[in-house]
């Protein structure tokens, strides 16, 4: 926000970051009892990816960047299983997820390429 570091610029960190408000928003409509259980998780999981990917970026040696990438992408794969869940506990219809689909799907390739040797 404050700090105009290199990390701010790549495409990775500008589509996480619509990923994570767009989480967020999504998981407003699952019902209250789910508010410590699975919208925590999801909110969670988001900021992970987030975050990974800014704290990876200003590490110096590749590997442990790509370490970071890794454990954001992990953090993506986590919330398609949780959406997967509430779609099948009736929580939100799969038609509503698109958008966020996408952009999960986007965060999933881009950090992919990040990581590959």
Sequence with gaps: MFLELSHTKLDIFKISKIFVITCYKEVKSLPAEEKYALTQQIRRATLS??????????????????????????????????????????????????????????????????IEP
């Design 49 to 114: 990816v987030h975050l990974n990917i800014a704290e990876g970026s200003s590490r110096k040696s590749l590997a442990e960047r790509k370490r970071y990438y890794e454990i954001a992408r992990g953090s993506v794969i986590v919330i398609d299983t949780a959406f997967d869940i509430a779609v099948e506990l009736g929580y939100i219809q799969k038609q509503k997820l698109e958008e966020l689909g996408n952009y999960l799907l986007r965060c999933f390739q881009m950090l992919s390429k990040m």
